[in-house]
DNA sequence: ATGATTTTTTGACATAGGTCAAAAATTATC
DNA sequence: GATAATTTTTGACCTATGTCAAAAAATCAT
């Protein structure tokens, strides 16, 4: 629970009340390796914060998965828009490795958004540091080779890349596993 | 005025009091056809609500100017990190067009996130918007041929496009002027 | 309108990365 | 620890898009 009190304090001062509320409302979650968390058929419910592990969200082009996005610890994961619009959307959800989560159920967070503006202070600050990443991912398909996205990812993701098999890899940096494997192979 | 009224109207409830701060702090401001709004060597200072004509988004890569987005009636423009954070960044900001706009001061929309909660909420839900587009845009550069994306582009922002020079556009979708030349000529 | 800029198109050629298929290596299971 | 399943690598070949250069067309300014 600290280390997400953290995360919060790097954006918002965290109320004793908000705190306890915080406290009340999350449940620890843990995922074995491999297990699938959210089906794209489902309305996303929950918000996992990772303690430990990693998550990926994914969805299939061509009965293909390509990876959209991995987290680790000390993010939060779940399909954004299923999410905050409670509509189904393409994403699914699983676990790469064990994963021990804090999990915070949509209704929870309307209730602290009504009640504490601080929440809707840290939902758009927080939204601003991806919104930064988002941008830059997009500059880097623009503009950069898949050999440049890779070094970028490896260094970027450092602590996570050594766990995530090449082909989720690949998918994420928008190149093939192919590809991939000589770009590795290379130097 | 009644046009941005509206805009925020699709996300909050606008309390009187929110709209007559709005009205004490907006600025009438319109910009000629081809000037320059923002230098990169600036910290920007203000958001542009757009009533009529189009700004853009470029930075500098090589010399060479890249479009990096364009806003037309009825949205914001901004460099977002140096608005947000009041930072330099890499962005230039310049007018399409003839561009009239309502422009807000960061100062004044930092009054209103610290008076009206529901400035904040405003911003996050507007920003989920954004974020929507920003994954789509990273898919299409991920998985789809210049082509598609030049044909997507047009549909999208049938508008704003017969009005944006075409060098311009094929920088946005991240391929060279003279592809998306042949892009054109072929049906 | 007329010449000067700027923008767009066209041509010839190069190459990064894709596809399909199979071998090799790694990891999981009994 | 042996066999099966999965993941990664390698090979042969192909194609979309990039680069550089110049012509054509459109737009702007006097």
Redesign the pocket.
């Known amino acids: 629970m600290e280390r997400l009190y953290q995360h919060f304090e790097s954006y918002i001062r965290l109320s004793k009340p908000l705190k306890s509320e915080l406290n009340n409302r999350l449940k620890s979650k843990t995922f074995a390796?491999g297990e699938l968390i959210l089906d794209a058929s489902q309305v996303c419910k929950e918000s996992y914060f990772i303690q430990q592990g990693i998550l990926r969200a994914y969805f299939l082009k061509d009965g293909k998965e390509v990876s959209e996005f991995f987290c680790g610890t000390n993010e939060w994961m779940n399909s954004p828009k299923s999410y905050m619009q409670q509509t189904t959307d393409i994403y699914y959800i699983d676990a790469i490795e064990e994963t021990s989560t804090l999990s915070l159920n949509v209704n929870d967070l309307v209730f602290l958004f009504d009640n504490f503006p601080e929440m809707e202070r840290y939902a758009r600050l927080s939204m601003g540091s991806v919104f930064g990443h988002l941008m830059e991912r997009i500059a880097s398909m623009r503009f950069?080779?898949?050999?440049?996205?890779y070094l970028n990812f490896k260094q970027i993701y450092a602590d996570i890349y050594p766990r995530i098999?090449?082909?989720?890899v690949a998918s994420y940096l928008?190149?093939?596993?192919?590809?991939?494997?000589?770009?590795?192979?290379e130097k």
Do not use: D, F
């Open positions: 390796k950069t080779s898949a050999k440049e996205r098999p090449l082909g989720m928008g190149i093939t596993q192919e590809t991939l494997s000589r770009i590795r192979a």
